[in-house]
């Protein structure tokens, strides 16, 4: 008759320092750090006056580029209607 208390004893004392039964896979994840969770900063915030001048200076050739290439194939065009009669 002493084994069952001493049987108890022995299988709820591990029970219990370890928090009681839990589901199997039951280990939290801990919630991730501010500083990742936080949004990125847009890319505006590292741009200076200077910076938004060249971009524009930039986009500008290329639209120039653009068009000039744009005109010649259009001369080439008109050219080759020129050419054939239409």
Do not use: H, Y
Request: proline share 8%.
């Amino acid at each position: 008759m002493k084994r069952v208390p001493m049987l108890i004893l022995v299988v709820c004392l591990p029970l219990a320092a370890c928090g009681g039964l839990k589901p199997v896979g039951g280990q939290q994840i801990p919630a991730p750090d501010a500083s990742i969770t936080a949004p990125c900063p847009r890319a505006e915030t590292f741009l200076g006056v200077r910076d938004w001048e060249i971009m524009a200076g930039r986009l500008g050739d290329e639209l120039n580029e653009c068009g000039a290439e744009k005109a010649v194939l259009v001369q080439r065009d008109n050219d080759l209607r020129r050419a054939i009669g239409k």
